[in-house]
């Protein structure tokens, strides 16, 4: 069983910075990749930053040069580094990791963090 769990989420004023954590647990093979989605009320989620393991990086237009991902040495958390914060940017912010176990890969969800940011 596999376990994502986000963290760090909260309320920010516009130009502040924020950080949110995410850690994958539990019993696997490999992290293939580690990303972040994010939603608001009525749109779909959408790819806000994802690292995979062969070191590519992937970041949405909207948040290229304020967003960094990043990852631990153990490969079972991820970051995002949030500057520059913009109204633009409140949502329920979701950490996917795609996992490779007994020969599948599955993608797993964490249960989302609010982030607010406000004017």
């Known amino acids: 069983q596999v376990h994502i769990v986000e963290s760090g989420g909260g309320l920010v004023k516009a130009g502040g910075s924020l950080t949110v954590s995410c850690a994958a647990s539990?019993?696997?093979?490999?992290?293939?990749?580690m990303g972040w989605y994010r939603q608001t009320p009525g749109k779909q989620r959408d790819l806000v930053a994802k690292?995979?393991?062969?070191?590519?990086?992937y970041y949405a237009d909207s948040v290229k040069g304020r967003f960094t991902i990043s990852r631990d040495n153990t490969w079972n958390t991820v970051y995002l580094q949030m500057n520059s914060l913009i109204p633009e940017d409140t949502a329920v912010y979701y950490c996917?990791?795609?996992?490779?176990?007994?020969?599948?890969?599955?993608?797993?969800w964490g249960q989302g963090t609010q982030v607010t940011v406000s004017s």
């Open positions: 996917s990791a795609d996992i490779f176990h007994d020969r599948r890969l599955n993608t797993y």
């Open positions: 539990g019993t696997f093979d490999t992290i293939v990749a």
């Open positions: 690292i995979v393991r062969d070191g590519s990086l």
